[in-house]
């Protein structure tokens, strides 16, 4: 709610409230999925006050579990991140550089913005060990402010600095995160194998960070 909060403020749309959570999302006990929000604007045109509503949307799936490691590939295209890293529905740029990546027989896509600088994977924040130490794309590269990486900077020491091609070729090992799939190894980048043993962070995230988004009771009212 803070990073909505801040986008909102950003495009001159004020305070946006969020009336409730759908009565989908506790429907089901003991359910998992994520609850993703959807902002419109309104009528109106390009600078007008707001006027739109919020969506709450449930989807049940699976969230933060052990999945496996994947295999990443860079991409050559140059990628054009949304202002501020915000969230947006439009995600045609992510998707259609995934989908050529799983074209040649990979999970994951590395995407560089028109300066080289490694901004993201194509559905999450990327972390790349390399010398020793954990590095993640600076904000300014466009990487969205995630709140899984977030977590994650306050977990152990990460540098957020810019990151190029030379420096994803001399990573040792490298993750992947997002609100779906919580800490995720990547086993290869651009068929070079990397260490992918991130277990005692994904364990850290499954006890610790987990637990505190889950929804019990009956739907909330006035949420922030």
């Given at each position: ?32 999925g994520v609850v993703r929000l959807y902002v419109t604007a309104g009528a109106g045109r390009p ?53 050529g990546a799983r074209a040649m027989g990979v999970d994951e896509v590395l995407l560089f913005n ?111």
């Open positions: 709610m803070e990073r909505l909060a801040r986008a909102a403020h950003a495009v001159g749309w004020g305070a946006i409230v969020v009336s409730g959570i759908p009565e989908a999302c506790v429907a089901n006990p003991g359910s998992m600078g007008d006050a707001f006027c739109g509503s919020v969506y709450a949307l449930f989807e049940e799936c699976e969230v933060g579990t052990d999945f496996p490691a994947v295999r990443a590939a860079s991409s050559s295209a140059p990628y054009f991140p949304r202002p501020g890293g915000w969230k947006t529905g439009n995600y045609w740029r992510n998707v259609d550089a995934l989908a028109p300066s080289g600088c490694l901004v993201c994977a194509g559905m999450a924040n990327v972390f790349l060990e390399i010398g020793g130490v954990w590095k993640t794309p600076a904000l300014e590269t466009g990487a969205r402010d995630g709140v899984v990486r977030a977590w994650v900077n306050g977990q152990m020491p990460v540098e957020e600095t810019l990151l190029g091609a030379e420096d994803v070729a001399r990573s040792t090992a490298c993750f992947l995160t997002n609100s779906r799939i919580g800490v995720r190894a990547v086993s290869e980048i651009d068929a070079r194998p990397l260490s992918a043993d991130t277990a005692s962070l994904q364990r850290t995230y499954r006890e610790l960070f987990l637990p505190s988004f889950r929804i019990n009771g009956p739907p909330q009212t006035g949420w922030p």
